[in-house]
């Protein structure tokens, strides 16, 4: 079985510039989750989706939002890049929601660079 | 709320002695823990994770993790460290609130030396 893939692995952008990175999950999972990885602030939850929509949201501004597509894509999009929001974004794939043994299957996640 | 604390940000071994890297959680519920490795400019991979079924949990790879309530912690070990561990080692804790998301230790990065 296919495992998560991200697209792109790297991503170079400028300020003010937005961006939209592609997830997709292990088949047959329907929640899609992303984590932000930065130096200073470790691993942090963005966002999850399940079933097309968002359970809930992690403490990101506005700027950051995403969508689920029928077939369990995900995308993640961030508007009017900051240089701050460079960082590993991790998308990670789970069978259901909403359990906290819900095992999840982390992707190699996507390198965005803001210059 | 819920939280994690790895108490080593870097651990340094040999190749062939002893690892232990020490997880300690905080949480009002009865948790879920895991560990997950991430090997440079890779994602995550789960090593093992505690579910409550039993509190000596194996895992990939020789890794092994306790689960002591009494003591708050989740700490991961491995008899005999190889070069191939050398990578981050998060621990991790399965948020109660009715989604999916894991609250993750700031990571400890392991070295094995020859």
């Known amino acids: 079985k296919a495992g998560v893939t991200q697209t792109p692995r790297y991503l170079i952008k400028t300020r003010g510039q937005q961006v939209t990175l592609s997830c997709s999950p292990i088949s047959g999972h329907r929640s899609v989750s992303w984590y932000q990885q930065t130096p200073g602030q470790g691993l942090q939850f963005l966002f999850e989706y399940f079933s097309e929509t968002q359970r809930n949201k992690g403490n990101f501004p506005g700027r950051f939002s995403g969508r689920q597509f029928s077939n369990s894509r995900s995308e993640m999009n961030v508007s009017t890049l900051e240089l701050g929001d460079s960082a590993l974004y991790l998308c990670a794939s789970s069978f259901r929601t909403g359990g906290i043994r819900n095992e999840q299957f982390f992707g190699p996640g996507t390198r965005l660079t803001v210059l | ?28 519920y009865s948790p879920s823990l895991f560990w997950y490795v991430q090997h440079p400019n890779k994602g995550l991979q ?4 505690y579910t409550s079924a039993a509190t000596l949990v194996k895992g990939i790879n020789g890794f092994e993790a306790e689960f002591k309530k009494s ?44």
């Open chain 2, 71 to 114: 003591e708050t912690s989740f700490h991961l070990t491995k008899p005999s460290a190889h070069m191939s561990d050398a990578a981050e080692y998060f621990c991790v804790v399965g948020f109660s609130g009715g989604y999916n998301k894991l609250i993750f230790g700031a990571g400890t990065r392991l070295a094995v030396h020859p």
């Open chain 2, 46 to 49: 789960l090593l093992l994770k």
């Open chain 2, 1 to 28: 709320a819920q939280s994690v604390t790895q108490l080593d940000s870097h651990v340094s071994v040999s190749e062939g002695t002893p690892v232990l890297l020490r997880c300690n959680y905080s949480s009002s």
